[in-house]
């Protein structure tokens, strides 16, 4: 079998250091890399269909879990995998809240990296040796919240994180290049599908999902 994976990260020493370990250790592996959001966005959006993203957590043009949350709420089938610097428990366990297979901290060795991922190609889910039993907390607001973001659209989801970003309509109509008018119907239906009444209620809520605690 010919595995596919997706590499996002921005580092190209660390993308490069990947592509070389994946490459000697995993047999028939073909290898695509983007070091933005914006070009993992091309990616999919083109029709291809990685049976793994290798996701660093911190990426140009996401903030935080964005990434993760689009991936798990419009690409729900491709498995995403986790590869960050921060690697206290608590953002381990997010993650594995929202769905992933894995959380590769970049302190793992190359060794350790392609062993990782081997495991998850197989349909397993790999989390450092150490993380220990996962803390039980009450998640079923987040659960709550992450089912009326799946219902965005990937069009919708875009201008949810611009109005995060505190763009006002008619800057976000120039960046997607269509009109204010279109701007408008897509935050009237953001607002209807998370069941708030205005922009700053809307961002709350995605603000909440892509906390990542300290």
């Not at 660390?14 to 695509?32: E, W």
Request: with cysteine; aromatic share 6%; proline share 4%.
């Amino acid at each position: 079998m010919n595995y596919r994976i997706l590499i996002t990260e921005d580092h190209p020493l660390f993308r490069s250091a990947l592509v070389t370990a994946l490459t000697q250790g995993i047999d028939s592996v073909s290898l695509k890399e983007s070091s933005s959001f914006s070009e993992l966005q091309q990616h999919l959006e083109s029709g291809e269909t990685p049976d793994l993203i290798l996701l660093d957590l911190h990426i140009p043009g996401a903030r935080e879990f964005s990434a993760l949350l689009y991936l798990r709420t419009h690409f729900p089938d491709i498995p995403v995998a986790i590869i960050s610097a921060r690697e206290e428990g608590s953002v381990i366990r997010q993650s594995l809240e929202y769905g992933t297979c894995g959380f590769i901290p970049k302190s793992a060795s190359l060794e350790v990296l392609t062993s990782a991922v081997r495991t998850m190609l197989d349909g397993d889910v790999w989390t450092p040796p150490d993380l220990g039993s996962t803390q039980e907390d009450d998640s079923s607001d987040n659960v709550q919240l992450m089912e009326k973001v799946s219902t965005l659209t990937p069009q919708q989801f875009k201008v949810l994180g611009m109005l995060r970003d505190g763009l006002r309509n008619k800057q976000i109509a120039w960046e997607l290049q269509v009109s204010e008018a279109c701007i408008k119907a897509h935050a009237t239906a953001i607002f209807r599908k998370l069941g708030v009444n205005n922009r700053t209620q809307a961002v709350i809520v995605l603000q909440q999902l892509e906390v990542v605690e300290s």
